[in-house]
């Protein structure tokens, strides 16, 4: 500071010219920098450590280490010069002391460099070499010497990337005849390099010429540097032989061993391993091979406790990479590390061998959880199912012999027979009680099982009957993390609830390829199997624990309902394999008698027993019976429909004073459950054979219609049930107008009330609600009392709540019906069954869907009663389990104190999302009469009713509307109308949305900024970025449909699929731009531009002309501007996925 009021001065008061000042300035700085070392010389060096010590230390107060660090900090910047590291380093010095005299280096180093003659540089150099060697000399805890090594490595990967090679080129044997001194000298050398490769190549933070110097350096040089690696590991082995035992040191330097050769052998070339050539000593005493000894030295510290899990992680590196053409490895070897460690001669010394030694005896121990048994077994687990693949692959080529062997047995691996040990290890693996260690094997038997090498399928047949019971006890949902037990004590320690339910839902279904790829190749060994378990189980009597000790019902985490719930996953493809295997293979084997047998014996079970035991008998009658011919379904098929109806009129309960009080809503758990399995299983004997439902349509029907006049059964099953009558009747064998008024008198009771067509009353409370409707959100508050206090909804004979049951099962019955009416077996039911049907039910729905939609507008939350503006509010909590997301049993319980709050909550956000897919399937219905429409009644629909209100919806239910409707509505139009339709009204709607997820993008940005303390704060944030990855997919993958869309072809038989209603995974990770729907008219490459975004360019330059003035069109009707948007959103996928597009579309 005081410098520059001399410049000032000296500027004003002489009035000197520019140059002149610049002259007297430069002549000012070099006297200051003269007077600078009797600056330094006057700080007193027991003040500097005295500063140092202090500042770690606890018993200082916080003002004084304050002090203390700036005095430090100012001499490290301003002061330190390179002669003080002799006096700072000294190992006399406190580490303290010793550490902060290499960050003053460092920081001197990295400032001053470029103004440092060679001499002095070459000087540095030695002096930090000298450093290195004399680590020995320093009494330090093996942190401190850790702490110091680092640093040290810092600089000296600093001098590297500055003057090697050109300016030392001598360095690296320099620098590795160091690591040779001793243990640190080693682990430093080891770290440098590892560091300086990383620096280089991953990081790449040296200029790009520096780079490509470093780099052809060290590639000239890798043979030596691996050398140096392979032999220090080789030395602690040795010592380790001679002494049994393996110190601390010596593990650290086998460990920085690997990890070197792990960081270098992701991206440089392999070749570089056949070089080394260990000694005569190390092959005889470590007993490795001659041909490839670094693979049996990597083998050898897999057995080696501290170090295991760094050699398997090198060895699956390895097995992930491919053998360069040209490469040094001998032609027999094959193009991959995988043959190395099949073809390597069988022996001691075979690493295949040493790996399943290894193996084995780690299964053996105790299944105790540690972090090192987890990455342990997993890593070993990802190793041996690469070569067993690979050796699958392979088979024909290594002909191998097919028989097994009895070495692991024995303990020992040196036969020839290496298929018998990979199998016996990989079914041990595959046995082992820890679902997320064994899960990985599935892989392998899927490969081994979907081969058509007999010799390989014979050998693997031996293991049939072991590997059935272990996929069938492994398929057991067993282990919850809140549970008890090995499993529950692995899992709580590895997932979240969320996570390891998602875990494990992956994991059977491998289990269930698994066995069906089994039932496929070994029918005769499978069924026999499916049947035994299903008699044991159907013999199986449970626990007095399994009881709810409250209902006296069986719970469903009790063993026996979890054998039949994995029976219920596998059963069928199990039966669906093993039939087609038999036709396939011409195989003489009965199958229907063993199935009848099975089914009669199902059936011959006493009719009085537990509803969850019912609901999996009916779930296991509807499978089996689909693999029987018809000849006997009086005997079968009846007793199935009878058991089906009994079940869904019953409601077993404990005590019989409650009789008279039981309906759907107050109907125990498990009964529920069983009613919910009924129709399902009704509905799926239905859905797979419809033809022999038709003799007993009648009684059915008959059934049917007694179910809907109970209130046993729930709104879910009667919509179930509807579902397969509607299927039943398309297929009635009568012609088209029979079908059209047998369904039409059906259905009544469905479509009616929403059309003022009640048969029985003109004035029920869902003709009340419908008229309330016609006045929008006010009416709807009113008619469900929203209006009202929270304890006047409570009582269940109230209106208010009648009305909300009438409602939710009227929603519930037409979305059934319209799912069902949208599938028929042909065009010509779509145009005379379906539409005549569902066209009148059309602006009813969109009047109570606006409605719903409005009542989060600002004037119909001021009509809301505040007890209940929560429900519409929804806290983060809810949010979280909306979206079902994975941290949110971080959280509490909701609503625990008001559950009649949590039921209207619930009621409201179900029967809005089911008015969107009833509205997506009308589309679908009714597209022949919807888009011929003028574009003036096609925007009344679209803008008016479904997406009313559409600025003011909350994120999650804008997402549903985008899927459910707009989506539905873009896909089922027909060329000819997209100049009517889709043009005009959907890129307003569009945009829209793309401004909703960029508001939400934007604040998500802000809220990074701002800590989260708090479990609600975290919930907020974990609900925004969650709600606008939705919205982008979403959006995204309506802009992927524009562009690539060709127009419906009402051509094609109409059979709609689940997602083009709208019912989607909204979990996906992304969105695939490459995705195509060629039988929807869209195009079938992904990313060729559809016809509609030809249409949309042609018409964006036509709007720029004078005479051309079309209604309707939006200002940006080929979106090119949201789109442009998108770029700058903080989701890497999706900006690069828009950015494909753009280009696209701009050379248009």
């Known amino acids: 500071m005081l410098k520059i009021y001399i410049y000032i001065y000296i500027y004003k008061a002489k009035k000197l010219s520019l140059t002149e000042f610049r002259r007297i300035c430069g002549n000012i700085q070099a006297l200051h920098q003269s007077f600078q070392p009797s600056v330094y010389c006057k700080m007193d060096r027991s003040s500097l450590l005295m500063a140092v010590s202090n500042l770690l230390d606890p018993c200082i107060n916080n003002n004084r280490r304050n002090e203390c660090f700036m005095v430090a900090e100012n001499y490290k910047t301003e002061q330190f010069q390179f002669a003080d590291v002799d006096f700072l380093c000294d190992p006399s010095q406190p580490s303290v002391v010793v550490l902060f005299g290499l960050q003053c280096l460092d920081h001197y180093l990295k400032h001053q460099w470029g103004h440092i003659d060679l001499h002095t540089k070459s000087s540095l150099k030695q002096n930090i070499f000298k450093l290195s060697k004399e680590i020995n000399n320093y009494r330090f805890s093996r942190e401190e010497t850790r702490a110091f090594s680092l640093m040290l490595s810092q600089i000296i990967v600093f001098l590297i990337k500055c003057e090697w090679p050109q300016q030392w080129p001598t360095m690296l044997p320099e620098f590795l005849s160091l690591g040779k001194i001793g243990i640190p000298q080693t682990k430093l050398v080891l770290n440098s390099l590892l560091r300086l490769y990383e620096d280089v190549v991953q990081f790449q933070s040296a200029p790009p010429l520096r780079r490509r110097d470093i780099l052809t350096s060290l590639n000239d040089n890798l043979t030596d540097i691996f050398a140096f690696a392979l032999d220090s590991i080789v030395d602690r082995l040795l010592l380790t032989s001679s002494n049994s035992f393996m110190d601390c040191d010596s593990l650290e330097v086998c460990r920085e061993s690997l990890c070197t050769l792990e960081g270098f052998l992701e991206s440089c070339r392999l070749s570089v391993l056949t070089s080394w050539i260990p000694s005569e000593i190390a092959v005889r005493f470590l007993n490795l091979s001659r041909t490839l000894p670094f693979l049996s030295l990597i083998t050898n510290l897999v057995g080696v406790k501290g170090v295991q899990s760094d050699a398997l992680s090198l060895i699956d590196i390895l097995l992930c990479r491919r053998i360069q053409p040209g490469s040094e490895i001998p032609d027999s070897y094959g193009p991959t590390i995988a043959d190395s460690f099949l073809k390597e001669p069988v022996g001691s010394s075979s690493p295949c061998n040493n790996l399943i030694k290894v193996l084995c005896s780690t299964l053996s121990e105790n299944p105790e959880y540690s972090d090192e048994r987890h990455n342990f077994l997993r890593l070993f687990g990802q190793v041996m199912v690469h070569i067993g693949c690979h050796m699958i692959v392979h088979w024909k080529e290594y002909s191998y012999e097919c028989t097994l062997c009895n070495c692991l047995s024995n303990g020992v691996c040196e036969c020839p027979n290496l298929p018998s040990h990979l199998f016996q290890a990989i079914l041990r693996l595959t046995a082992y009680p820890i679902h997320v260690i064994s899960a990985c094997t599935s892989r392998f038997w899927i490969t081994v099982l979907r081969s058509d090498d007999e010799s390989l399928l014979n050998l693997s047949e031996m293991f049939a009957d072991n590997l059935f019971d272990i996929w069938r006890n492994n398929s057991l949902k067993v282990g919850q993390p809140s549970g008890t037990g090995i499993q529950s004590e692995w899992n709580r320690r590895i997932f979240e609830t969320d996570e390891y339910t998602s875990f494990f839902a992956r994991y059977r279904n491998d289990l269930v390829k698994c066995l069906s790829a089994g039932a496929s190749c070994w029918p005769q060994r499978f069924l026999p199997l499916c049947i035994s378990w299903i008699e044991v189980l159907t013999q199986t009597s449970p626990s007095v624990q399994d009881y709810d000790p409250a209902t006296k019902f069986l719970l469903p985490t009790s063993p026996v309902i979890l054998e039949w719930e994995a029976l219920d996953s596998l059963l069928e493809p199990c039966l669906s394999a093993v039939e087609q295997s038999l036709k396939t293979h011409h195989i003489d084997m009965d199958i229907s008698s063993k199935v009848k047998n099975l089914i009669r014996r199902i059936l011959q079970s006493s009719d009085i027993m537990d509803p969850l035991i019912t609901s999996k008998h009916l779930a296991c009658l509807s499978m089996l019976l689909q693999h029987i011919d018809s000849n006997n379904d009086s005997e079968l098929l009846v007793p199935f429909l009878n ?355 960029g508001a939400r993008w934007n604040d998500l940005i802000l809220s990074d900024g701002r800590s989260c303390d708090t479990e609600e704060e975290i919930a907020a944030e974990l609900v925004l970025d969650r709600s606008a990855r939705l919205l982008s997919r979403t959006c995204l993958d309506i802009l992927r449909l524009i562009y690539t869309f060709n127009g419906y072809d009402t051509s094609e038989q109409s059979i709609s699929s689940k997602e083009d209603c709208g019912e989607f995974d909204d979990d996906n990770d992304d969105v695939d731009m490459s995705e195509t729907f060629s039988a929807n008219g869209q195009s079938d490459t992904g990313n060729s531009v559809g016809h509609l975004a030809k249409l949309l360019v042609n018409i964006h330059s036509m709007s720029s002309e004078p005479q051309y003035n079309p209604q309707c069109v939006s200002e940006n009707p080929l979106l090119l501007r949201s789109l442009a948007k998108i770029l700058s959103w903080p989701d890497t996928s999706i900006c690069s996925k828009a950015a494909q597009w753009i280009s696209t579309l701009v050379e248009m």
């Open 643 to 997: 058991k089906i109806f009994h079940s869904l009129n019953s409601c077993p309960i404990v005590d019989e004073s409650y009789i008279g009080t039981l309906d759907f809503v107050n109907r125990p758990r498990q009964v529920k459950t069983m009613h919910l399995a009924s129709a399902t299983s009704f509905l799926r004997f239905t859905r797979a054979h419809p033809v022999r439902m038709m003799p007993y349509f009648d009684v059915i029907i008959s059934e049917v219609n007694k179910l809907w006049a109970e209130k046993i059964c729930g709104s879910m099953e009667k919509g179930i049930l509807l579902e397969a009558l509607v299927i039943l009747g398309f297929r009635v064998p009568q012609p088209i107008d029979f079908q059209f008024n047998f369904l039409k008198s059906l259905l009544t009771n469905v479509y009616g009330p929403w059309c003022g067509q009640d048969p029985h009353d003109l004035t029920t409370p869902f003709s009340e609600l419908l008229r309330a409707c016609e006045s929008g959100a006010p009416g709807l508050v009113a008619v469900l009392g929203l209006d009202q206090t929270s304890i006047q909804l409570s009582n269940f004979e109230s209106s208010y709540v009648q009305t909300r049951i009438n409602l939710n099962h009227n929603v519930r019955s037409l979305l059934a019906v319209c799912r069902r009416l949208a599938e028929p077996c042909n065009n010509q039911q779509l145009e005379n069954i379906s539409l005549p049907i569902l066209e009148p039910v059309l602006s009813p729905v969109l009047r109570v869907l606006r409605a719903f939609n409005e009542l989060w507008l600002p004037e119909t939350l001021k009509l809301v009663h505040p007890t209940l503006l929560p429900v519409l509010q929804h806290t983060d909590e809810t949010k979280l389990c909306l979206l079902n997301f994975q941290l949110h049993n971080i959280l509490k319980s909701i609503d625990d104190a008001n559950p009649s709050l949590h039921r209207l909550r619930t009621f409201l956000t179900e029967c809005h999302e089911n008015l969107m897919s009833i509205v997506g399937y009308l589309f679908i219905s009714l597209g022949s009469k919807l888009y011929p429409l003028p574009t003036e009644q096609l925007r009344i629909a679209l803008h008016d009713g479904c997406c009313a209100a559409f600025e003011h919806l909350p994120d999650l239910k804008l997402n549903n509307l985008l899927r459910s409707i707009v989506r539905p509505f873009i896909r089922q139009c027909p060329r000819q109308y997209f100049e009517t339709a889709i043009i005009p009204l959907v890129p307003s709607i569009v945009e829209a949305a793309i401004e909703r997820t």
